[in-house]
């Protein structure tokens, strides 16, 4: 079992940045493949992004390539999303999720555990 808090989320102008933490407890987060998605007024929650249990290997959603990157920090139990070059539209509820699974996972049935939200609005 393993509970997740995020943090990080704020107001920005587009064209800014944000970094988004996800503390983990219970268990190391080394034991987890962690991903990271987000849910937009009146839509469905998406994926962003993902890394595997060791860092080594990421995956995103297209339309975040090049300016989110997903780390972690497994001495911290901490897994991060880095998000430069905001958009407007990049503006939702984002959330943190673990997963018992091996690899790099993009759909939300992969993961077993998710953390409450932190939300992100980027202004125009």
């Known amino acids: 079992q393993v509970q997740l808090v995020e943090s990080g989320g704020g107001l920005v102008q587009a064209g800014g940045s944000l970094r988004l933490s996800c503390a983990a407890s219970g268990r190391t987060v080394s034991s987890y493949a962690s991903g990271w998605f987000r849910q937009a007024p009146g839509k469905e929650r998406e994926f962003v992004g993902a890394?595997?249990?060791?860092?080594?290997?990421?995956y995103y959603t297209d339309s975040v390539k090049g300016r989110f990157s997903c780390s972690r920090d497994n001495a911290e139990n901490t897994v991060y999303l880095q998000m430069n070059s905001l958009k407007p539209e990049d503006t939702a509820v984002y959330y943190c999720?673990?997963?018992?699974?091996?690899?790099?996972?993009?759909?939300?049935?992969?993961?077993?555990?998710w953390g409450q939200g932190t939300q992100v609005t980027v202004s125009s």
């Open positions: 999720a673990a997963s018992i699974r091996v690899g790099v996972l993009h759909t939300q049935d992969e993961y077993d555990y």
């Open positions: 890394i595997s249990r060791s860092g080594a290997v990421t």
